[in-house]
């Protein structure tokens, strides 16, 4: 257990749909990352906040969205879903702003039907 | 835009041989570069790291070699064990001034009982 917990474990839904999915970082860590997975792909870098500040963005889809909160819990917003958004998504959180291990959570399994 | 190359992607060994996963980074200013290990189903794991100020670093049956010049890094697993079996991503990050994490497409390794 890395101590990152993310929120639902699962998700279903139907194209066209908003999901919200929901991170909680390790006690301490004050960055975040949020990353895309594809069915046997490998780890597309979204987003990274630190402190509640957007500190750098990746490939993240226009229709994408996130932010921390001042409890440095993180949601990542995902709207007018399309199917090629199914997908793993991971957040990891990470006690550097960056160069230091990052911790992964468990994912959320999104399914856009 | 930054980028990660990492070969092989699939890679299938006797138990007891050595596995060697080489990677090529385009940005100069990385100075952060760790491995992690996804077993099927499971999260990425960081399993060993090494930064630009060193040029190898080992942990047990792992090690890790940089050469900053040709922006290379490579990692190496010794007396290898079917439980080593999984998907390794490499990485690559700075601590200052733009925190993107960017990883490689991943090398499935497959070790042979």
């Known amino acids: 257990d890395s101590g990152v917990t993310q929120t639902p474990k699962h998700l279903i839904t139907a194209t066209g749909q908003r999901v919200t999915l929901r991170c909680s970082p390790r006690?301490?860590?004050?960055?975040v990352y949020w990353y895309q997975q594809s069915l046997d792909q490998g780890l597309q870098f979204l987003i990274h906040y630190y402190n509640g500040e957007e500190r750098a963005k990746g490939n993240i889809l226009e229709r994408f969205s996130a932010q921390q909160f001042p409890d440095l819990h993180s949601e990542l917003n995902l709207s007018s879903l399309e199917l090629g958004d199914s997908a793993l998504y991971f957040c990891a959180s990470s006690p550097k702003m960056g160069g230091a291990e990052q911790y992964f959570g468990p994912g959320t399994r999104l399914t856009v039907t | 835009g930054e980028n990660v190359e990492q070969h092989p992607s699939t890679l299938s060994v006797q138990e007891g041989d050595s596995a060697v996963i080489k990677c090529t980074y385009s940005?100069?200013?990385?100075?952060?570069f760790p491995w992690y290990k996804q077993e099927l189903g499971k999260r990425p794991q960081l399993i060993i790291d090494i930064r630009s100020n060193v040029g190898e670093k080992k942990d047990q049956r792992i090690a890790v070699t940089l050469n900053k010049t040709a922006k290379h890094f490579s990692l190496h697993i010794t007396e290898t064990q079917p439980e080593d079996s999984a998907v390794y991503f490499c990485?690559?990050?700075?601590?200052?001034?733009?925190?993107?994490?960017?990883f490689g497409a991943g090398t499935r390794l497959f070790v042979k009982a």
């Open positions: 990485a690559a990050s700075r601590d200052t001034g733009g925190f993107k994490t960017i």
């Open positions: 940005d100069s200013a990385s100075n952060y």
């Open positions: 006690s301490g860590d004050l960055s």
